[in-house]
């Protein structure tokens, strides 16, 4: 079990530019999350998909973010145009889901991202 | 609405002592789960325990116990017998149950510190 791959580790660039952020889900998780940690807010859910479909997209903090999952092994998420204020941890999770279980969430190592 | 609140930003403890670290939540769901995750320096999140709202006993593993009081809305973690590796992130997480696909919360986390 390879676990949650995110990519990249790190991404550094300026302001204005696009960045693309990658999340390769367990196989066979049904359930994907996208977190954003920060120090001043901590760890902040911006998006879920189950069965590749979003759920919740409610902590998406502007129009500049953007996330889709095309097929159960992939996931990105897109900043365009990015801002400094955007800087932080981007965490990929997945895990199963079924009603009334306690499934827990696996993370990926989280991309750090860097916008100048 | 869900919410999670962890009241202490940082602690230090002896190495070898008990620690508890607080956790209390609000929710009208009647069905949900309880986690709590730990993130070292290195940035991983590591799951360490979860606690059902209709389980009777108290979790436990290994270490770490779940002090679960469902009237309070607490589910505090306990870390018997401390180790300089504990020091780290600590969040507690919820997620209700009764829904096939739900998201999962973080409290804003606790900074444990083990002393030699």
């Known amino acids: 079990d390879a676990g949650v791959i995110q990519s990249p580790r790190h991404e550094v660039t300026e302001m204005g530019q696009e960045v693309t952020l990658r999340c390769k889900p367990i196989s066979g998780h049904n359930s994907l999350f996208w977190y954003r940690q920060t120090m001043m807010r901590g760890l902040e859910l911006l998006i879920y998909?189950?069965?590749?479909?979003?759920?919740?997209d409610s902590g998406m903090p502007e129009d500049r973010f953007s996330a889709k999952m095309p097929n159960a092994s992939f996931s990105t998420l897109k900043i365009q145009p990015s801002e400094p204020r955007d800087s932080a941890v981007y965490f990929c999770?997945?895990?199963?889901?079924?009603?009334?279980?306690?499934?827990?969430?696996?993370f990926g190592s989280g991309t750090q991202l860097s916008v100048l | 609405a869900q919410k999670i609140t962890q009241t202490q930003p940082g602690m230090f403890v002896q190495e070898k002592e008990a620690v508890t670290l607080d956790c209390t939540y609000d929710?009208?769901?009647?069905?949900?789960?309880l986690f709590w995750y730990k993130q070292p320096s290195s940035g991983e999140m590591i799951f360490l325990i979860y606690q059902g709202s209709y389980d009777e006993q108290n979790a436990t593993e290994g270490r770490y116990s779940l002090n679960f009081q469902k009237a309070r809305k607490s589910a505090n973690l306990v870390i018997s017998a401390s180790q300089l590796g504990d020091s780290a992130m600590y969040f507690c997480?919820?997620?209700?149950?009764?829904?096939?696909?739900?998201?999962?919360?973080f409290g804003s986390g606790t900074r444990l510190s083990i002393r030699p």
């Open positions: 999770a997945s895990s199963t889901e079924k009603q009334g279980s306690h499934e827990k969430l696996f």
């Open positions: 997480a919820m997620r209700d149950l009764y829904s096939s696909a739900s998201k999962i919360i």
């Open positions: 998909f189950n069965n590749n479909v979003p759920i919740d």
């Open positions: 929710t009208s769901d009647q069905s949900y789960g």
